[in-house]
Every structure is written in structure tokens, then in C-alpha cells.
């Protein structure tokens, strides 16, 4: 009995001490997150950007968008996205998400863009949702990234699979540039650094301005739309379109806070639309209505999950919205340079071509880097590898509130 005794008095001593031991690890682990984050919130402070204010701020309240009682934009219709799965989706990971060997690319010459393209349009893909848009005689810079990581921190955060296929110093000059929203793989803080003092145009959303001001671009080279709004920029009409999306550079703090868009770009005899970054919406078809055709589509169709389609098109809802807005050609937006979602790389560039051979949609797949005019177009080559992916039927992406416009093709199974 007396060993018994002494056999819970050690049992009882060896709890707290097993509970001190635990507190340790949890009070260093504690300390080594809040380094990191200290270190993380320090070195992309600038980067975060900056809140709008005064009469910026007034403005973004008069805006139809504008959802007042929660001060935020909102969406055209509820976001239903399942977070827990969409994160837990990591288990179900293709083993392609990152390429294993260097991407095809074409290497920009600068000489190409001293001679106008002789139909009028040229559009160069330089990866992800990066184009150079020739249009008229006017040049449109979209969502311009060259930085090595799209991130806050230098250290950390998704990396490119290729460097940039053209210096920022070579392009020609842009007329316009054009910034869908300010999530980091749209807008780059050390790209607008390096561009602010460029004699162009900078058209973005409402709010988007005060991240650029606050690094050093000229107030007078802004111009902030909302949805509808337009701007002639020398002559180009660029008018901010609908999407269906959200905002936010701080990690889930004040997303909303700026609005995002998609843009439709109006020349002379041409018109091109920039979808940004968007779930499938009924008010898709309405921009076509009023701004289409467009001899050219540039719409996001990668990196995107089946548990938040409300925020990404998907392959076959990109090739549905290129049919609403009344596109001609399409090239598809979004992919190709960063993994930002659990598909095999090259899934959704395979998945759009099977969906736009079935809807009888004429689609271009331009290699990183290569210039292609929309009405002379080049015979399709495959110049990616042949992965295994899923297809619609095994990972259907479907946004929430949209069966009036999908159509019989394009419910989830």
C-alpha cells in the first residue's frame, strides 16, 4: 500500500512538470510566431499599402457599391465559399501543381513593338494575368508584375516559375496601366515602385489609388472608376467593368476596402475585354449588352478550387463569361506562373480547350512571352507538357446563384 502511495505522489509530481514543459514549448513557439511576424508586418510594411482617407474615402461612399452599414464594397451576389475545405483541399494536392522542369517561354524582343501590328490588336501574355495590350495605336499595360515573389515579404510567398520574359525598362511606353484590384498577383508593390515615375495613366478601381500614391506615384497620373465609369486616356476609352471578387493586402483585415473591376478597353475599330479577377455572375452578360463585342477576351480561367468557385471563373465558367460579353477570340487569364491552388499546372489551359472545342468558342493559348494578333491568328501549339488533370465532371467549379445563366452544360454533377 505504502508503494502504491509513493507511486501516485511521483505520478502527481510529474504532472506539473509535464504541464511546465509544455507551457515552455508553447511560450517558444509562441515567441518564434510573434518574431515572424514582427519581422514579416516590418519588412512589408510599405508593401500592405495604404487605407484610403479624406476625400478619397468620401467618394468610395457615394459609390452604389458601397455597402454602408458594414464599410465595404460589396458583391453583386452572396460569396458562398467553404474556407475549411477549400484549405483542407491540400490532402487532395495533384502532384503537378509546380512544374518540374522549365516552362516553355519566348523570350520578348523590344524591337517587335516598333512596328504597329497590321491588324490594329496585338496582345503579348506574359504570364499569370500580365498582358501588354496593343490596341489603335495605343498601348494598355495590365496588371503589371515582375517581382520574384508575389508577397509583402521578400523572404516568403509564391514564387515565379520563370523570370520576367521582358525588363520593365525595354517595353514600349504604355499609354495606360491598368490594375484589376490589390490582391498581390495583381497588384506589385516593387513593380509600381519602379514604374511610378513612367509618364503613363493609371487606371484602377476606387480606393486602389491610395496604395499608389503612398509609393510615390503622382496623384495627377491616377484615375480611380467605379463599376461603369470610363476615362479617356489620348484618345483609348477604358471603362472599369463589373466582377465578382473581393479586396485586401492584410491578410483578412479590411478586405473590401477597395473596390476591384475587370476593364474593357475601346478604341477606334477595336475592343478588347480584361476580365480580372471574378466568379461567374448573371451581371457578366450585361457588359457584352452594353460594351461587346470584343474582338479579344482576356478572362481568368487558372488557380481556383471547387470550395471557393465564387471566387474564380474555373476553365468552363471562363469560357461561359467569354460567350456572355460576346468575345470573338479568347485567351485565357491567370495561369502559368504561380500555384496558387492544389490543380495540376497545366489543367486549366487543357480544360478550356475541351470546353471551348464543345461550345464552338474560338480559343488562343499564346506561350508565356509570345505576341499574338487576334484576327491573324497563329495555328494552336501545344506547348505544354501533357499532364494528368481532372475534367469538369471529376472537379466541377460552379459558382453560387448563377443557374439562370450556366445553362444545361455547365451544372455541377
Known amino acids: 500500500m505504502n508503494y502504491q502511495l509513493a507511486d ?32 514579416a508586418i516590418a ?21 452604389p457599391q ?57 496582345v503579348t501574355w506574359l504570364g499569370h494575368s500580365t498582358f501588354l495590350v496593343e490596341i489603335d495605336g495605343h498601348r494598355v499595360l495590365v496588371d503589371p508584375v515582375w517581382s520574384p515573389r508575389i508577397s509583402p515579404m521578400s523572404f516568403g510567398g509564391p514564387k515565379r516559375w520563370y523570370g ?74 477604358i471603362v472599369a467593368t463589373p466582377a465578382r471578387h473581393i479586396s485586401g493586402r492584410t491578410f ?15 478604341g477606334r475599330e477595336h475592343r478588347a475585354y480584361y476580365s480580372g479577377d471574378t466568379g461567374l455572375f448573371p451581371g457578366i452578360k450585361e457588359i457584352g449588352d452594353r460594351l461587346g463585342p470584343f474582338d479579344v477576351t482576356m478572362i481568368e480561367a487558372g488557380e481556383y478550387g471547387r470550395w471557393w468557385s465564387d471566387w474564380h471563373l474555373g476553365p468552363e465558367q471562363a469560357v461561359l463569361a467569354h460567350q456572355l460579353v460576346r468575345g470573338r477570340v479568347f485567351i485565357a487569364a ?9 490543380h495540376a499546372w497545366t489543367e486549366p489551359i487543357d480544360r478550356v480547350l475541351a470546353a471551348a472545342a464543345k461550345s ?4 488562343a493559348a499564346p506561350k508565356p512571352g509570345q505576341s499574338i494578333e487576334p484576327q491573324a491568328l497563329p495555328s494552336l501549339e501545344r506547348w505544354w507538357p501533357q499532364l ?13 446563384h448563377t443557374d439562370s445563366i450556366r445553362g444545361n452544360q455547365f451544372k455541377s454533377p
Open 360 to 363: 464552338g468558342v474560338t480559343a
Open 43 to 63: 519588412s512589408g510594411w510599405r508593401a500592405f499599402g495604404k487605407r484610403p482617407s479624406g476625400a478619397r474615402r468620401a467618394r468610395m461612399e457615394r459609390s
Open 66 to 122: 458601397w455597402q454602408r452599414d458594414a464599410g465595404k464594397f460589396r458583391n453583386p451576389e452572396p460569396m458562398e465559399n467553404d474556407m475549411v475545405r477549400a484549405i483542407l483541399g491540400i490532402f487532395g494536392a495533384s502532384p503537378f501543381t509546380t512544374p518540374s522542369a522549365p516552362v516553355p517561354t519566348a523570350q520578348v524582343d523590344p524591337k517587335l513593338f516598333r512596328v504597329s501590328p497590321a491588324t490594329g490588336l496585338r
Open 252 to 266: 483578412g483585415i479590411g478586405d473590401a476596402g477597395t473596390l476591384w473591376s475587370g476593364f474593357a478597353m475601346i
Open 164 to 237: 520576367p520574359l521582358i525588363a520593365l525598362g525595354d517595353l514600349p511606353p504604355p499609354d495606360a496601366v491598368v490594375i484589376s484590384h490589390d490582391h498581390y498577383d495583381h497588384l506589385d508593390y516593387p513593380t509600381i515602385v519602379a514604374m511610378k515615375d513612367w509618364n503613363t495613366t493609371f487606371v484602377v478601381p476606387l480606393g486602389i489609388g491610395a496604395h499608389l500614391e503612398y509609393w510615390g506615384v503622382p496623384a495627377a497620373h491616377i484615375v480611380e472608376l467605379d463599376w461603369w465609369e470610363r476615362a479617356s486616356v489620348r484618345g483609348l476609352e
Open 388 to 400: 494528368p488533370g481532372k475534367s469538369f465532371e471529376e472537379d466541377p467549379i460552379v459558382s453560387s
Open 8 to 39: 501516485v505522489a511521483q505520478v502527481s509530481m510529474r504532472k506539473p512538470r509535464r504541464r511546465r514543459w509544455l507551457a515552455r514549448i508553447a511560450g517558444s513557439l509562441g515567441a518564434l510566431v510573434a518574431v515572424f511576424a514582427t519581422v
Open 334 to 342: 491567370h495561369w502559368g506562373l504561380f500555384t496558387l491552388a492544389y
